[in-house]
């Protein structure tokens, strides 16, 4: 009985010592998702002796949190750190006492291979739906690797001049930049079974065309919907949009069928795709384009079935989304010739079955006087991106009774 005593009172000690983190793993089952995404498209600036602090949305909550880090266009390896993560307050500043330093295998820095990625270990943070995160890391000196980056962050980066200000509640950098730095995931944990929609595509799912630092994307109206439904309220959303993305070939960062392993079925929870590619399939398709580059509908069209097929076999469903209307964007993108494109691309999607199910984005924003149009007031005014208004359609077009199934 003695030793059995001792034994409980070891077993508490050491729960102490290690503190929250180990009391929330240690509650049953943990289940992890992707709260938040970035897909790294190109290299950026070299960073040195400096600390960059990037704002997140959690898509869904979590009792516990955990990032992932990219060197994909890097020259060679980088060492980083320390990072924080906390939550934030307003601008760059955090929330007093909600900050937490992040460690990777139980160390504050990490050395990241050149192409590689890490991820850290678990933190307890307590993240609600939709709540807005702060991580921050530092880039010591030294450090002669190009930054990996996501391009249209629609977001506001915050970076010193110099120093490591990873724990600081008030940041003291004035310098700003609507990349992301490094960080690709965000991902939440809890008790309770997660499951994540991506939302692969190009700079339309990207949200270019919405006001920076607003969550106006489609995926971001999406995860709101979601919330508003308890029975919906488990399931995240992270954003797989990359500018000038193609089905086929490299363009402005890797293909679909390079990156969607990466971007799309090793994502944690993932059980659902909406994929929104083609259109800058299309529009690289001129007749100045280079000869790999001018594609048919029928070679849009096999793409995606590749990528159905790539999902099928991890056992994840995946929807087609039509493609929008770019009447009047001009060179290159709109033609005779890539209208007829665009059509015979949608007629597939719409008609095929080859998708578990189709989410009619162009009928949602076109014009019905002129349906090779969209409609002006869902128009960002460059007439190939949506606004923030045109977003919000699209998010509504689509059925949340896909999202009902068990995994």
Known sequence: MRRQILKLALAVSLCGLLGPAFAASSKGDVHWVGAWAAASDSPGPVLSAQTVRQVVRASVGGSQVRVRLSNLFGMGPITMGPMHVALRAEGSSI????DRPLLFQGKPTVTIAKGDTVLSDAVALDVKPLQELAVSLYVPAGAAVPSTIHNAG?????????GDATSTTRFPGDEVSGNRFFLTDVEVAGPVPRRAIVAFGDSITDGVGSTQDTYQRWPDHLAARLQADPKLASIAVVNAGIGGNRVLNDNFGPS??????????????AHWIVLLEGINDIGGSGPYAADKDRVSAEQIIGGMKALIARAHAKGLKIYGATLTPFHGAGWPYHSSANEAKRQAVNKWIRASGAFDGVVDFDKAIRDPARPERMLPSYDSGDHLHPSGAGFQAMANAIDLSFFADSP
Not at 95 to 98: L, R, V
Not at 154 to 162: C, V
Not at 256 to 261: E, S
């Open 154 to 162: 629609l977001a506001t980066a915050y970076l010193t001049e110099s």
């Open 256 to 269: 679909a069928q390079a990156r969607f392993d990466r971007d799309a079925l090793d994502k944690a929870g």
């Open 95 to 98: 929330t007093p006492g909600s």
